[in-house]
T-cell receptor, first 110, second 117 residues
């Protein structure tokens, strides 16, 4: 069956450190993979999209990698700040639909 | 740009009543809108895909007679939860799709919290 797994439910880190989140998937062949941020009681906000033929994408302090052989994406938040505290979701794109992982909640301590 | 709104942001209703949730794309026309449901600490689950002027396509396990979707215009889709029960209590989120190059980007609404007593 198809599955999207995000490495851990929660990640606590010190301000200034790098947070690394993992998204693994099985029985999917996504053309794209996306990462979203979701704050409590709010809808997801798009952060980054990476295509299957791209290895890495960056946006400000965010970096995403995509390894279609390992069926894995890594999401990095560098120089983390308390304002980065949120739940981060990975989503696979296929057939114009999005399939989401359960998310990893990141808490950045000042 | 690409703002999606939902109304209401939260609703509390009695068991057995029907609740309508609106999803609007404010500054673009969306040929496709999507409805998701999210239970606490779980992922967003796609319920249905709605195309303007045609019947919605429901995901496996989603009852189309219970979750009525109407997509009457390019900027408005509605989800009606009929005869709501406590197990329907959830966070309902819509998204609207906009074609961007080779990709249909989805923009999400802020969500509607439904509580059925």
């Amino acid at each position: 069956s198809q599955k999207i797994e995000q490495n851990s439910e929660a990640l606590n880190i010190q301000e200034g450190k790098t947070a690394t989140l993992t998204c693994n998937y099985t029985n999917y062949s996504p053309a794209y993979l996306q990462w979203y941020r979701q704050d409590p009681g709010r809808g997801p906000v798009f952060l980054l999209l990476i295509r299957e033929n791209e290895k890495e994408k960056r946006k400000e302090r965010l970096k995403v990698t995509f390894d279609t052989t390992l069926k894995q994406s890594l999401f990095h938040i560098t120089a983390s700040q308390p304002a980065d505290s949120a739940t981060y979701l990975c989503a696979l794109v296929g057939d114009y639909k999005l399939s989401f992982g359960a998310g990893t909640t990141v808490t950045v301590r000042a | 740009g690409a703002v999606v709104s939902q109304h209401p942001s939260w609703v509390i209703c009695k068991s057995g009543t029907s609740v309508k949730i609106e999803c609007r794309s404010l500054d673009f026309q969306a040929t496709t809108m999507f409805w998701y449901r999210q239970f606490p600490k779980q992922s967003l689950m796609l319920m249905a895909t709605s195309n303007e002027g045609s019947k919605a396509t429901y995901e496996q396990g989603v009852e189309k007679d219970k979750f009525l979707i109407n997509h009457a215009s390019l900027t408005l889709s509605t989800l009606t939860v009929t005869s709501a029960h406590p197990e329907d209590s959830s966070f309902y989120i819509c998204s609207a799709s906009l074609t961007s190059g080779d990709y249909n980007e989805q923009f999400f609404g802020p969500g509607t919290r439904l509580t059925v007593l």
